[in-house]
């Protein structure tokens, strides 16, 4: 069983920047590939990007390419969402999410585990 706990989120003016943190309990974290999704209201959950278990690959949408950075500090069991250029679209839900193992995919079907959610939203 994997938990997942994100912090960060907040409000923030067009232009700025926030980090998110995910914060994952099990001890072979390091063999997990990591992912952050977003939800707006009234809209699907949509990939954002996603790590490798080493940190050393990483995948990022379209819409954030850029702008987005995924990190992680596999000594603390924690991976980061540096988002900067921030644009009022950036707004929604941002969730924590892993398989479990080393594999990742686009497709919000693929994750079992999710954490909560943190609020991000971006005034114009």
């Known amino acids: 069983q994997v938990q997942l706990v994100e912090s960060g989120g907040g409000l923030v003016q067009a232009g700025g920047s926030l980090r998110l943190s995910c914060a994952a309990s099990?001890?072979?974290?390091?063999?997990?590939?990591m992912g952050w999704f977003r939800q707006a209201p009234g809209k699907e959950r949509e990939f954002v990007g996603a790590i490798s278990g080493s940190g050393t690959s990483t995948y990022y949408a379209d819409s954030v390419k850029g702008r987005f950075t995924i990190s992680r500090d596999n000594a603390k069991n924690t991976v980061y969402l540096q988002m900067n250029s921030l644009k009022p679209e950036d707004t929604a839900a941002y969730f924590c999410?892993?398989?479990?193992?080393?594999?990742?995919?686009?497709?919000?079907?693929?994750?079992?585990?999710w954490g909560q959610g943190t609020q991000v939203t971006v005034s114009s």
């Open positions: 099990g001890r072979t974290f390091t063999s997990y590939a």
């Open positions: 999410t892993t398989s479990g193992h080393s594999d990742y995919s686009v497709r919000r079907e693929f994750y079992p585990y």
